[in-house]
């Protein structure tokens, strides 16, 4: 099955991806508006004279991108990558959330499948570890680099 690229005015792609969505023409299977692709919604449609079709009664979606896709292609927009990723062990972060948020602390452990990363913080008298999970903290010097 082809996908398409749909252009969509910015700011716009969740809305178009939905009214697509909504309009339940039986030869459109699926619309994707991923968050890293800006004005643009990816459409899995039988082809792409249905789906013009379909987007002229659509306001923000402009035009179809000429050629298809495949879906090797998009799949890495269909699994989210985890918060952890890019973090390694004795980075040096800082926490943005939670009862430690604007401390700084240094990575010890990292759990991937629970998305979880293990600090110890730096201001503590004693060395105490904390798990916070991987959207409560940013990097701030990493030893990879």
């Keep these: ?6 252009k969509t005015t910015a700011s716009q792609e969740r809305t178009v991806a939905d009214m697509i969505m909504n309009r339940e023409a039986d030869d459109i299977h699926a619309a994707l508006a991923p968050d890293s692709l800006t004005s643009y919604v ?5 082809d792409d004279a249905v789906l013009s079709r379909t987007l002229e009664e659509i306001p923000h979606a402009r035009d179809i991108v000429p050629g298809e896709s495949s879906i090797s292609e998009v799949e890495h927009f269909l699994s989210p990558t985890p ?3 890019g973090i390694a062990e004795g980075d040096i972060v800082e ?3 939670g009862p430690f948020k604007g401390e700084k602390a240094q990575v010890q452990r990292i759990d991937e499948g629970k ?9 503590a008298t004693v060395p105490i570890p904390v798990t ?3 959207d409560q903290i ?3 010097d990493s030893e990879e680099r």
């Design 1 to 6: 099955m082809p996908i398409y690229a749909v």
């Design 42 to 46: 990816m459409v899995e449609a039988e």
């Design 83 to 85: 918060d952890v990723e």
């Design 95 to 97: 926490l943005i959330a």
């Design 115 to 123: 998305d979880q990363v293990t600090v110890e913080l730096y201001e």
């Design 132 to 134: 916070v999970r991987g």
């Design 138 to 140: 940013r990097v701030l």
